[in-house]
């Protein structure tokens, strides 16, 4: 999941969060595919960020495409066991993060 | 004789001519501020004759790598929340954003994500003043960006080294320049009048523990860097982790596990900050007015 500013939201992609009025009403459920009609009206309305699923706007915050890079990004770090350590974490982070987001995509 | 190639290469460095001209503004300003009776107001004043960069102030710091998203209205209330050397910082940075976009590809993303990241790394951490350290990872890698400019072959030599040898960037640099951009940093704090902990930062970001007076300054930026690496937001001129500082973590009284929260916050943001551009057809006036 990642917060956007609207002007970054394209249709096709899926609302993470309920989008709420200043005083908490829903307008719109979570899980609903963005169009380019939505997000006009929603920029009539003065939303101007969304919560939306999975990498919508870069590979960067793709937990998946994250978990696929460690291998390159660490391709010199082999005999520093500190940094095989966080190399162990970080694989761990993401590979809950990238289960989480399945979860809520499926939800949706 | 390497030291004759240092001291050649610092002069051509800090000829000025090609330096990123700063704005007129923040030379004025640098003067107000030495006498202490000098008020917030008319500094914002001096600030706020300059339109094109009010407004590129303003567009920075509402974004989410400060503490106050889209709820600063002006420059003087940016100096009130910010203080003066984060301001000082933010322009600086907004002068130089052409060049470092037309010069290295990626380094204004990769400077913004470490700016978001270095923030995060120091709120977790408890440190004071977290939009000081903000900035220190926004010109963590402004050396790189006048290298470019000042020594345009040896850059593309830096650059062709990184390619066909493996190197990361850093240790390119000291095998073609003989230095790093942590050199040209310090020299480029010194010459601006940075801030000591800021200089520290920008000097010592590769190796923290190194730092001599503000060493939290130093492995914040070090951990910030690291994480913008791991996303690869950007690129500062690498496609490969650089050695997280074990040390750095310690510095800032951090576990591994507490990063955890920092990947979070900026995995969160990073598309809002993302949008902090400041090319032509970027709109620089709040959104509001239109």
């Keep these: 999941m990642q917060k956007i500013p609207l002007t970054l939201a394209k249709a096709g992609m899926k609302l993470a969060k309920p989008i709420t009025k200043a005083n908490g009403m829903p307008i719109i459920a979570a899980g609903v595919e963005l169009s380019d009609s939505l997000i006009s009206k929603l920029d009539g309305m003065g939303i101007d960020?969304?919560?939306?699923?999975?990498?919508?706007?870069?590979?960067?915050?793709?937990p998946s495409e994250r978990v696929l890079r460690l291998d390159p990004l660490f391709r010199r770090m082999d005999?520093?066991?500190?940094?095989?350590q966080v190399k162990r974490h970080l694989r761990e982070y993401f590979t809950i993060k990238a289960a989480a987001d399945a979860a809520v995509a499926e939800k949706g | 004789m390497e030291e004759d190639l240092k001291t050649s290469a610092k002069g051509q460095i800090l000829s000025i001519r090609d330096l990123p001209t700063l704005p007129k503004v923040l030379e004025e300003v640098s003067r107000l501020v030495q006498n202490p009776n000098t008020s917030i107001e008319a500094i914002a004043k001096v600030i706020s004759r300059d339109q094109v960069l009010s407004a590129k102030v303003l567009?920075?710091?509402?974004?989410?790598?400060?503490?106050?998203?889209?709820?600063?209205?002006?420059?003087q209330h940016s100096l009130v929340l910010l203080g003066f050397n984060v301001i000082r910082g933010v322009i600086i940075s907004t002068s130089v954003f052409d060049i470092m976009s037309k010069n290295m590809e990626g380094l204004w993303e990769h400077s913004i994500g470490c700016a978001l990241a270095t923030g995060l790394v120091a709120r977790k951490a408890k440190l004071k003043d977290p939009e000081e350290f903000s900035v220190c990872g926004l010109l963590h890698d402004l050396g790189k960006v006048v290298a470019a400019v000042q020594l345009p072959e040896l850059h593309k030599?830096?650059?062709?080294?990184?390619r066909t040898q493996d190197l990361r960037w850093f240790e390119a640099e000291k095998a073609v320049l003989g230095f790093g951009h942590d050199r040209i940093n310090a020299w480029l704090a010194q010459h601006w009048h940075l801030p000591s902990t800021i200089k520290e930062a920008m000097s010592s970001h590769h190796f923290p523990e190194r730092?001599?007076?503000?060493?939290?300054h130093a492995a914040a930026a070090h951990v910030g860097d690291f994480v913008v690496r791991l996303f690869e937001f950007g690129s500062g001129g690498d496609d490969q982790i650089a050695p997280l500082s074990e040390q750095a973590l310690k510095i800032l009284g951090l576990k591994l596990g507490d990063l955890d929260e920092v990947l979070d916050g900026f995995a969160e943001n990073l598309g809002e900050v993302s949008s902090v551009t400041f090319g032509p057809e970027d709109d620089a006036t709040p959104k509001d007015k239109v």
């Excluded at chain 1, 960020?49 to 793709?62: E, I, L, P, R, T």
């Design chain 2, 157 to 162: 030599a830096v650059g062709e080294a990184v």
């Design chain 2, 211 to 216: 730092a001599q007076f503000y060493p939290q």
């Design chain 1, 49 to 62: 960020k969304v919560f939306v699923v999975g990498d919508a706007v870069a590979a960067s915050q793709n």
């Design chain 1, 79 to 84: 005999a520093d066991p500190f940094m095989m």
């Design chain 2, 59 to 75: 567009k920075m710091v509402n974004s989410p790598v400060y503490g106050f998203p889209g709820r600063i209205g002006s420059v």
